[in-house]
């Protein structure tokens, strides 16, 4: 009988918020499939059970594998299957390499293996693991993704505020791309990942009169709440989450 592949969120940073349904699946899993956005690494790699791994420094740089590591402590000695999900715009190239991946995957799936990719937050939002989860499920594999909190539900319970109410709208936006033209959506706007491009968040900010705060690394043992615009620095981190309202919403 075949395994099955389960994307797992783990939440946002703070091993507390790890549900009871991911740290079950986690523990029943044979394999536990980590992502690397390491540039140099293109090839998915398995370690078998009870091996020491060849890439500690990258297990050491997995913020999901150190989420889990307290909770799950026997995780260390599951078999390992390392990813290769690279941040870069050629198409046909990520198109190649998550090929690979969920190829891989389907292999060690095909011999009764359950496999759980641990990814940050929650797997349906901006998650790396769907790349393989719709791949898996195209070829017929089962699959199962365990809802993790979102990070930008920490952030607002971390800054003790509300992100909407009644009729209110919210609104999530990647930060990577152009975010003018969101910011002029009504309601409350949230910008995922803007770390790299906050000079510019700031600035547009300021020209529209609005409000921000922000949560650098939420729940990690770096972080950094920003009550105001002026406050956040330049150069934040990548896991930067702003939330923004219309002056006079903040609560």
């Given at each position: 009988m ?7 969120g783990?939440?946002p940073?703070?091993p507390?918020l ?8 986690i523990?029943e899993s044979?394999?536990i499939a ?7 690494f293109?090839?998915?790699v398995y370690?078998?059970?009870?091996t020491?791994s ?6 050491e740089k ?5 989420i889990v590591l307290?909770?799950v ?14 941040m870069?715009k ?5 198109k190649?390499?998550h090929?690979r991946?969920?190829?891989?995957t ?14 940050l ?7 790396t693991c769907?790349?393989?989860h719709?791949?898996?499920?195209k ?6 993704l365990?809802?993790g909190?979102?990070s ?5 319970a971390r ?10 709208e ?7 791309y152009?975010?003018?033209e969101?910011?002029?959506?009504k309601?409350?706007?949230?910008l995922m990942?803007?770390?790299?491009k906050?000079?510019?968040v700031?600035?547009?900010v300021r ?9 650098e690394n ?11 615009v002026e406050e956040i620095?330049?150069d934040a981190?990548?896991?930067s989450?702003v ?6 919403e903040?609560?």
């Amino acid at each position: 009988m075949d395994g099955i592949f389960y994307g797992v969120g783990v939440g946002p940073g703070d091993p507390e918020l790890l549900t009871l349904k991911a740290v079950k699946a986690i523990q029943e899993s044979e394999v536990i499939a980590v992502a690397v956005s390491s540039p140099d690494f293109r090839e998915p790699v398995y370690e078998e059970a009870g091996t020491v791994s060849r890439f500690p420094l990258l297990l050491e740089k997995c913020v999901a594998w150190q989420i889990v590591l307290p909770a799950v402590p026997e995780m260390e000695y599951k078999a390992r299957l390392f990813l290769p999900m690279p941040m870069m715009k050629e198409k046909e190239v990520l198109k190649e390499i998550h090929d690979r991946c969920a190829s891989v995957t389907e292999d060690l799936l095909r011999t009764g293996k359950d496999v759980a990719f641990i990814t940050l937050g929650d797997p349906t939002v901006y998650s790396t693991c769907l790349y393989v989860h719709k791949r898996l499920k195209k070829r017929g594999m089962k699959t199962a993704l365990i809802p993790g909190i979102p990070s930008f539900c920490a952030a607002a319970a971390r800054m003790d505020m509300g992100l909407a109410e009644n009729r209110e709208e919210l609104h999530i936006i990647p930060a990577s791309y152009g975010v003018e033209e969101s910011l002029d959506l009504k309601g409350t706007k949230v910008l995922m990942k803007a770390g790299k491009k906050m000079p510019y968040v700031k600035q547009v900010v300021r020209e529209k009169g609005l409000e921000a705060e922000m949560v650098e690394n939420c729940g990690m043992s770096q972080e950094h709440i920003y009550r105001q615009v002026e406050e956040i620095p330049d150069d934040a981190g990548y896991y930067s989450l702003v939330i923004i309202k219309d002056k006079g919403e903040k609560r």
